[in-house]
């Protein structure tokens, strides 16, 4: 059982920057592949960016946060990180994160074990 918990999010104008973060509970953490995701109203939810489990040597971006966002992870830490520089008022959206139970990420949002609550990041234009 993972437990996660996003915190970073908030109010910033567009080309500014803000890092979010997501802390786990429990001991096994770098056995998770872990994933961002969004959901701006109306809209379902997306697919943003994923690491692999262990060293996170292996990530991969929704095409469009390639060059602007990127997702880290301290196992030392349990937490993972998305920092995103250059936003853009679409990226408005409650940003989740997401584990699973494996060595290897996914893009699907079915492939994913545990969620956390979100955090809102508002990209003012």
């Known amino acids: 059982q993972v437990q996660l918990v996003e915190s970073g999010g908030g109010l910033v104008q567009a080309g500014g920057s803000l890092r979010l973060s997501c802390a786990a509970s429990?001991?096994?953490?770098?056995?998770?592949?872990m994933g961002w995701f969004r959901q701006a109203p109306g809209k379902e939810r997306e697919f943003v960016a994923a690491?692999?489990?262990?060293?996170?040597?292996?990530?991969y971006y929704t095409d469009s946060v390639k060059g602007r966002f990127t997702i880290s992870r301290d196992n030392a830490k349990n937490t993972m990180y998305l920092q995103m520089n250059s936003l853009k008022p679409e990226d408005t959206a409650v940003y989740y994160c997401?584990?699973?139970?494996?060595?290897?990420?996914?893009?699907?949002?079915?492939?994913?074990?545990?969620w956390g609550q979100g955090t809102q990041v508002t990209v003012s234009s």
């Open positions: 429990g001991r096994t953490f770098s056995r998770y592949a």
């Open positions: 690491i692999n489990w262990s060293s996170g040597d292996s990530t």
């Open positions: 997401a584990a699973r139970n494996s060595a290897i990420w996914r893009i699907n949002a079915s492939g994913y074990d545990y």
